[in-house]
Structure formats: structure tokens, C-alpha cells
């Protein structure tokens, strides 16, 4: 697709990705991105240029409403609010962990795109991007809860595909390996910068790519998923 011109709005921007993001589609050419952060106060740093910093909360209905009767303008969505609690499925300290987890990173994004895909069809179809992660196609244990919470916005990104074909929207699942954030400090394993997977998400949509994995780790995964995902399973089950 054509991002030259496009209005871009960014969910959690204010994270690494996201501000990784914003400045990339800058770069690419677009008109304008709205930078949506749930954290009061966090618009004023986000503001510039042609970046509309914006308050919103995935969790919250009425958040989501107001976002959408003022960014009537929207042609790409992406879908990049998340959080990952880093524990196992059995021995999670908090057993609240796997609700936030389905709230924010599956029922919140769902949400939002239900309330932008009429705003993408009245501007031509335009895009979604949902960012998900490797880990949407095979459960790491040691953080079971997160997987899980992914893989249901995986499945409903393919449901969105089929529903939004006709309207001309296209639907990219995103889904990178370790990407060096704050969810992944803990992590000692090679890991893909933030600029580098904000330029895979510029290049995933101008090249129309449906479903998108950045980095060698993620090609290196989906690569082992298609010839035997039985084994790829059990190689992440050795690293709880």
C-alpha cells in the first residue's frame, strides 16, 4: 500500500516499539500519526510535528469511543498496546496476570479495531496491523499466560482478514521474535532493535504482506513450525 498521505494511529505508542513506530512512518512519508497512550500525562513528551498525541485506554469502552469520534481521519491502524507478566501457566504469584493479559493484549485490541474498521471502510479500506509475536504460533512456558493472550488475537486477526476482504482492508499479523524492550530485559538472547522492527511494519504494509516475521529468530521459528511443529513445540517446552 501507499503510505505516503496515510493517517497512521498507534496503540502504545508510548513504548518502545511505539515510539519506534511513530518516528518510522514519519520517515516513511505519512500525513499524520495520532500516538495513543494510556498514561495521563505521557501526550505532552509524544507531541511533535506531524505526530497528535492522543489518551487512550484499550480496556476502556468509553476511551476507545472518544478516540474514534476524533480520529474520524484514520487509514492505518496498528494495533500495539500490550503487556506481558512473565510467568508460567501453574505458578503465576498473581492469579490476576492472565486476565490483564487477555484485556489488554486480545479483548483491548479487539476492541479497537471494532471501533476503527467502519472509520478504515469510509477512507477506502486503508490497513490493520495487529502486533503480535512469534509466540502467538507456539507457547513459550515461561510465559504461558502472555502466549496464550496473542495467540487469541492471531486467531482473531485471521477473522478479521476474512470479514474485511471485502471493504479493501488489509489485515497483516506482525509478529516478531525478542524485541529489545522492557519486557524483554530479562531475557539474555539476541533480540531485534526497535528501529529494526518498526522498519519491518513500514515494510510489511507498503508490500501488502499478510503475515509478517521479522528477524531471523521469527523466519527461523516459522520456518520450523511448517516442517515440524510438533518439534518446535518441544523445543520451547525446554526452556521453562
Excluded: W
Aim: proline share 3%.
Amino acid at each position: 500500500m501507499e503510505l505516503k498521505g496515510a493517517v497512521v494511529l498507534i496503540t502504545g505508542a508510548g513504548g518502545g516499539i511505539g515510539q519506534a513506530a511513530t518516528q518510522a512512518f514519519i520517515d516513511a512519508g505519512v500525513a499524520k500519526v495520532y500516538a495513543a497512550t494510556r498514561v495521563h500525562g505521557a501526550e505532552a513528551t509524544l507531541a511533535h510535528g506531524r505526530v497528535v498525541a492522543l489518551h487512550l485506554d484499550v480496556t476502556d469502552q468509553g476511551s476507545i469511543a472518544a478516540a474514534a469520534a476524533q480520529c474520524t481521519d484514520v487509514t492505518v491502524l496498528i494495533n500495539n498496546a500490550g503487556v506481558n507478566h512473565n510467568v508460567p501457566v501453574m505458578g503465576a504469584d498473581d492469579p490476576d496476570g492472565a486476565r490483564h493479559e487477555i484485556e489488554v493484549n486480545y479483548l483491548g485490541n479487539l476492541a479497537v479495531s471494532r471501533a476503527f474498521v467502519p472509520i478504515l471502510d469510509a477512507n477506502g479500506g486503508g490497513a490493520m496491523l495487529n502486533v503480535l509475536s512469534i509466540l502467538s504460533r507456539v507457547n513459550h512456558p515461561a510465559m504461558a499466560t502472555y502466549c496464550a493472550s496473542k495467540a487469541a488475537l492471531y486467531s482473531a486477526t485471521q477473522a478479521f482478514r476474512a470479514e474485511l476482504r471485502s471493504q479493501g482492508t488489509l489485515v497483516c499479523a506482525f509478529m516478531p521474535g525478542a524485541v529489545d524492550t522492557r519486557l524483554t530485559a530479562h531475557l539474555p538472547i539476541p533480540k531485534m532493535t526497535t528501529d529494526e522492527a518498526a522498519t519491518a511494519m513500514v515494510e510489511a504494509l507498503r508490500n501488502d504482506v499478510e503475515d509478517a516475521y521479522p528477524g531471523d529468530m521469527a523466519g527461523g521459528v516459522s520456518a520450523g513450525l511448517a516442517a515440524d511443529h510438533k518439534a518446535v513445540e518441544a523445543q520451547f517446552a525446554s526452556f521453562i
